[in-house]
T-cell receptor
Framework: GDSVTQMEGPVTLSEEAFLTINCTYTATGYPSLFWYVQYPGEGLQLLLKATKADDKGSNKGFEATYRKETTSFHLEKGSVQVSDSAVYFCALSVRSSNTGKLIFGQGTTLQVKP | GAGVSQSPSNKVTEKGKDVELRCDPISGHTALYWYRQSLGQGLEFLIYFQGNSAPDKSGLPSDRFSAERTGGSVSTLTIQRTQQEDSAVYLC????????????FGPGTRLTVT
């Protein structure tokens, strides 16, 4: 079945460090890929998305490129801030599905220290 | 504008009791999703409603779980004869449609079964 695998956390970085959170997927159809973020005490919100191979999603300094050949959608940021501390979820939605339901990875906790 | 709202925000119930969780989607959003976030299982899809179509119930974990959506707007998730393994945060999301439309999440209902 369709699934998403994320690197395990927690990830602890110093401010201004480079961030990579790995995400790989398995899908029978042609998925759209998403990164969602959950800040402490807040609900899930969409960070970025990519709908086809080689697309790059970007938002708030975060980027992720849809790599069909490696079935990956790694999240990167060049210089993290304390305010980026949150839980990050990689997710997919298979377009052949009529529902658009999201299949999530386990989540990766990021802690950024000043 | 108003986002997705859920009530109650917290619910503590005794094992064996029935509970009802409510979701008010964003006005005009035709698609509505329920997910469950638990420590052991991560974020799981439960059920999906789209307009007047039959719901996709493929994610409901047992026949103790049911949901309805009245008038294409408010949705209620009902759990009968609650068990301790039902303890989780129940998230509702809505979107303008299916596929690549962004899903907007509510703050969730934290259910604790004692």
């Amino acid at each position: 079945g369709d699934s998403v695998t994320q690197m395990e956390g927690p990830v602890t970085l110093s401010e201004e460090a480079f961030l990579t959170i790995n995400c790989t997927y398995t899908a029978t159809g042609y998925p759209s890929l998403f990164w969602y973020v959950q800040y402490p005490g807040e609900g899930l919100q969409l960070l970025l998305k990519a709908t086809k191979a080689d697309d790059k999603g970007s938002n708030k300094g975060f980027e992720a490129t849809y790599r069909k050949e490696t079935t990956s959608f790694h999240l990167e940021k060049g210089s993290v801030q304390v305010s980026d501390s949150a839980v990050y979820f990689c997710a997919l939605s298979v377009r052949s599905s009529n529902t658009g339901k999201l299949i999530f990875g386990q989540g990766t906790t990021l802690q950024v220290k000043p | 504008g108003a986002g997705v709202s859920q009530s109650p925000s917290n619910k503590v119930t005794e094992k064996g009791k029935d509970v009802e969780l409510r979701c008010d989607p964003i006005s005009g959003h035709t698609a509505l999703y329920w997910y469950r976030q638990s420590l052991g299982q991560g974020l799981e899809f439960l059920i999906y409603f789209q307009g007047n179509s039959a719901p996709d119930k493929s994610g409901l974990p047992s026949d103790r779980f049911s949901a309805e959506r009245t008038g294409g707007s408010v949705s209620t998730l009902t759990i009968q004869r609650t068990q301790q393994e039902d303890s989780a945060v129940y998230l509702c999301a809505s979107s303008l449609g299916t596929g690549v439309y962004e899903q907007y999440f509510g703050p969730g209902t934290r259910l604790t079964v004692t």
